[in-house]
């Protein structure tokens, strides 16, 4: 089972910057599309960036422009550059495959956004 840890995050002012970074733990992790996901408190869990095995990304319309994602095979690990911060960004941000079956979720990081 692949193990996931989410980390980068903390309390940055409104248009700051922040970058995530997720490691996985085997090399399976390099054959997945890959995703960045957020739970706000009371909200659902919502995807906001993907990024295919080969490297192509797609983003939620809420992030496209502020976010980027990328990936490291050699390193398994998944990052996202996080620009423009804005409130609504504050959540708890998880990484995980794209398409099921999901692997266990990690703890995720959480990212606060506020002046």
């Known amino acids: 089972q692949v193990q996931l840890v989410e980390s980068g995050g903390g309390l940055v002012q409104p248009g700051g910057s922040l970058k995530l970074s997720c490691a996985a733990s085997?090399?399976?992790?390099?054959?997945?599309?890959m995703g960045w996901y957020r739970q706000a408190p009371g909200k659902q869990r919502e995807l906001v960036a993907t990024i295919t095995r080969d490297g192509i990304p797609n983003y939620a319309d809420s992030v496209k422009g502020r976010f980027t994602i990328s990936r490291d095979g050699a390193k398994n690990t998944v990052y996202l550059q996080m620009n423009s911060l804005k409130p609504e960004d504050t959540a708890v941000y998880y990484c995980?495959?794209?398409?099921?079956?999901?692997?266990?979720w990690g703890q995720g990081t959480q990212v606060t956004v506020s002046s």
């Open positions: 995980n495959r794209v398409r099921p079956p999901v692997w266990v």
């Open positions: 085997g090399s399976a992790f390099t054959i997945y599309a």
